[in-house]
């Protein structure tokens, strides 16, 4: 079954940049969504299309894709954003989605 | 206000059966593509199911296929998953969310509206 691979955990300090990755075999013809969950709370929709961030979600958010891996992007991280990440995307065929493992950031 | 409220979850014995409801408020639900998503206990989150808007065309993962079925009443706003013979690794938080959809085109992947959740386990 297809697989998303992103690393446990990142850390980082307050207005460091922090960089999460997914890889995947078919992220080069697929595309990739990001979601954040708070502790305790339904995930939230942070970067759709590898790059656009919806309406709502900061501009230190960002994202991108080259070859079979993802990347999400915090440009200044702040205290509040720390939370566990997810990439979500399919498999080639188009029908079955994964999440990646998840990657809990710690920012401080 | 664009709403989903799940319901349904409960303590089921190894075997059982159960049916998870979620209902839409606030949206064209007729249109829209659902899907279901679970996060096991410390675990991550695990897509489960999803249904199709307008095509009605139903998509599970591999480890609930043949066991699990989506299913929407319109009338009711509701969407619904038909749990059977539940093992103890579906033992979970089942979150129902809802597909952005622009005027022409549903976006599966694009969860932009999510419920609490509701809280399913497996055990005797």
């Known amino acids: 079954s297809y697989e998303l691979t992103q690393p446990p955990s990142v850390s980082v300090s307050p207005g460091q940049t922090a960089r999460i990755t997914c890889s995947g075999d078919?992220?080069?013809?697929?595309?990739v969504y990001w979601y954040q969950q708070k502790s305790g709370q339904a995930p939230v929709l942070v970067i759709y299309?590898?790059?656009k961030r919806p309406s709502g979600i900061p501009e230190r958010f960002s994202g991108s894709s080259s070859g079979t891996m993802a990347t999400l992007t915090i440009s200044g991280a702040q205290v509040e954003d720390e939370a566990d990440f997810y990439c979500?995307?399919?498999?080639?065929?188009?029908?079955?989605?994964?999440f990646g493992g998840g990657t809990k950031l710690t920012v401080l | 206000e664009e709403q989903l409220v799940e319901s349904g979850g409960r303590l089921v014995q190894p075997g059982g059966s159960l049916r998870l409801s979620c209902a839409a408020s606030?949206?064209?639900?007729?249109?829209?593509?659902m899907s279901w998503v679970r996060q096991g206990p410390g675990k991550g989150l695990e897509w489960v199911s999803s249904f199709g808007g307008t095509t009605n065309n139903t998509y599970y993962a591999d480890s609930v296929k043949g066991r699990f079925t989506i299913s929407r009443d319109i009338s009711k706003n509701t969407l619904y998953l038909q749990m059977d013979s539940l093992r103890a690794e579906d033992t979970a938080l089942y979150y129902c969310?809802?597909?952005?959809?622009?005027?022409?085109?549903?976006?599966?992947?694009?969860?932009?509206?999510w419920g609490r959740g509701t809280v399913v386990t497996v055990s005797s």
């Open positions: 078919a992220l080069p013809k697929k595309f």
């Open positions: 606030g949206f064209a639900f007729a249109n829209s593509v």
């Open positions: 299309e590898d790059t």
């Open positions: 979500y995307s399919t498999d080639t065929s188009g029908d079955h989605w994964v």
């Open positions: 969310a809802k597909g952005y959809c622009s005027r022409t085109t549903c976006y599966h992947l694009q969860l932009d509206l």
